[in-house]
T-cell receptor, first 115, second 115 residues
Framework: KAGVTQTPRYLIKTRGQQVTLSCSPI?????VSWYQQTPGQGLQFLFE???????NKGNFPGRFSGRQFSNSRSEMNVSTLELGDSALYLC??????????????FGPGTRLTVT | AQTVTQSQPEMSVQEAETVTLSCTYD???????LFWYKQPPSRQMILVIR??????QNATENRFSVNFQKAAKSFSLKISDSQLGDTAMYFC????????????FGSGTQLTVLP
């Protein structure tokens, strides 16, 4: 099976702009989670989607949003970009939402730079 | 809320030697999962090993094994016969069994294998 794919891999935006990142999970996986990785804050959970519904959300402002499509692909959007949003954004997928399928597999990440 | 602590920011080991990375966590839950992830310079997050809290037996995956001490809330990773390809950032992560949705990560340990 192909792994988790994320597009684009690199992105440069200006403060105040918005950005959309995409994630395609492993075939058959229905849960997608997003994480932000920065040198200062480390790895932090953004949100999780399962069957097109947001199941869980981390402690991030409303500028961070996401959605999931019927084919399980997910997008996350960040509006009104700030310099502090510069980070590696990682997407992870797993088969389902329950405890029986807890292993998450990560994509290569999207490196966002805000100038 | 759960917390994960990795007290060793950097470690090094000679090729073919054994090294142990430390991790402690804090939770009031009884049902949970613990993971070690590896992040090489490519930034791809790779699952190394997992441990279910209800299992007393320590997990083993080839050269990687864990020492899980539930009462002490300790979860260390032992890498035997270290190889140059093991050079990476290693993250300890916790997932609550009840929600089974998000990973809480430690701050990471940068491991360098020396030739």
């Amino acid at each position: 099976k192909a792994g988790v794919t994320q597009t684009p891999r690199y992105l440069i935006k200006t403060r105040g702009q918005q950005v959309t990142l995409s994630c395609s999970p492993i075939s058959g996986h229905r849960s997608v989670s997003w994480y932000q990785q920065t040198p200062g804050q480390g790895l932090q959970f953004l949100f999780e989607y399962f069957s097109e519904t947001q199941r869980n959300k981390g402690n991030f402002p409303g500028r961070f949003s996401g959605r999931q499509f019927s084919n399980s692909r997910s997008e996350m959007n960040v509006s009104t970009l700030e310099l502090g949003d510069s980070a590696l954004y990682l997407c992870a997928s797993k088969e389902g939402a329950g405890v029986a399928t807890y292993e998450q597999y990560f994509g290569p990440g999207t490196r966002l730079t805000v100038t | 809320a759960q917390t994960v602590t990795q007290s060793q920011p950097e470690m090094s080991v000679q090729e073919a030697e054994t090294v142990t990375l430390s991790c402690t966590y804090d939770t009031s839950e009884n049902n949970y999962y613990l993971f070690w992830y590896k992040q090489p310079p490519s930034r791809q997050m790779i699952l190394v090993i997992r441990q279910e809290a209800y299992k007393q037996q320590n997990a083993t995956e080839n050269r990687f094994s864990v020492n899980f001490q539930k009462a002490a809330k300790s979860f260390s990773l032992k890498i035997s016969d270290s190889q140059l390809g093991d050079t990476a950032m290693y993250f300890c992560a916790f997932m609550n069994g009840g929600s089974a949705r998000q990973l809480t990560f430690g701050s990471g340990t940068q491991l360098t294998v020396l030739p």
